[in-house]
């Protein structure tokens, strides 16, 4: 699959500096041997446009690391976002080729002990909307459906959404789904579809962007939206309570509705000051202005 990228960095201001200035860096440089001026996310397309936006907010304000501490070296800021899906976020880190995985889901076990030192950051708590077109027939008569009808249409049973209800008009479903290497398709398999799979004929998207756009491009589109995505497009689509639980903020933060989600980094080493400067300013007041400005929920 074609990695999405998003490459985050802006020009260096140029300071004329005195002679004590340039003794001073040339210390501090030489203090940071191992230093790295570029820091890279990979994984999650939930979780990518949060970090390039806080990663941007971020390189305006400080410009060079210095500017975040003294201790750092007066070099660039660059905060490199990819979004390939949460299993390329895992296989990031196991591989070495970013300095922090994205998953917009739990870590399997099967992952974590594949690490030695390995940590997590929950950036924001997020759910999966079954939303259709808001121009659906079905927003006039139907405002729930069941686990039961939910598994029925993804799996293809349904097919007309006559079949949902005999007074909708009997138009093809046209299903929506994440590409399976994203962390939502294993979600939604897990809350929903358990061992009942997702039919062949569903759309992949490759981005969950691209899943809420199909559903505002097709009338007769069902999918399922991440909480964000539902959020910045509530004009255009209608959210479903599932087994009569609306995806509500508090009914997702106390665990009522079923289908929700993790939104996270992960590492498998210690930080470096960089990075660490980096992660306290996503979980700052302005990272979480940004989480909210994307629909999600940040973690307080």
Do not use: H
């Not at 289908?259 to 990075?275: A, D």
């Amino acid at each position: 699959m074609k990695k999405i990228i998003l490459f985050l960095s802006i020009v260096a201001l140029i300071f004329s500096c005195n002679s004590n200035k340039t003794d001073n860096t040339s210390k501090t440089a030489s203090s940071n041997t191992n230093f790295k001026a570029e820091i890279s996310f990979d994984g999650s397309s939930s979780l990518a446009p949060v970090m390039a936006s806080i990663g941007t907010k971020f390189m305006e304000e400080y410009v060079t690391w210095d500017k975040v501490s003294s201790n750092l070296p007066n070099e660039k800021i660059s905060i490199y976002v990819s979004s390939a899906g949460s299993g390329a976020g895992v296989k990031s880190i196991l591989d070495n080729t970013a300095s922090f995985g994205m998953l917009a889901r739990k870590i399997r076990d099967s992952e974590k002990t594949q690490m030695t030192n390995y940590k997590e950051f929950l950036v924001a708590s997020d759910a999966l909307t079954v939303s259709v077109n808001a121009k659906n027939p079905i927003v006039q008569i139907k405002d729930n459906l069941d686990s039961d009808t939910i598994r029925k249409i993804f799996s293809g049973e349904y097919k007309y959404w006559s079949d949902v209800d005999a007074s909708l008009p009997q138009k093809e479903i046209v299903v929506i789904i994440r590409d399976l290497s994203g962390g939502a398709y294993e979600v939604f398999q897990e809350s929903i579809m358990g061992e009942t799979q997702i039919s062949p004929n569903a759309i992949q998207s490759p981005s969950m962007g691209a899943l809420g756009t199909k559903i505002v491009e097709n009338e007769n589109a069902i999918g399922y939206a991440s909480y964000g995505v539902y959020n910045q497009n509530k004009d255009n689509l209608f959210a479903f309570k599932v087994d009569g639980v609306e995806p509500t903020k508090e009914n997702i933060l106390n665990g009522q509705y079923k289908i929700q989600r993790p939104l996270m980094f992960i590492k498998n080493s210690e930080l470096s000051e960089s990075e660490n400067a980096f992660v306290n300013y996503v979980f700052s007041d302005i990272g979480k202005q940004v989480v909210e400005e994307n629909g999600y929920i940040p973690v307080e």
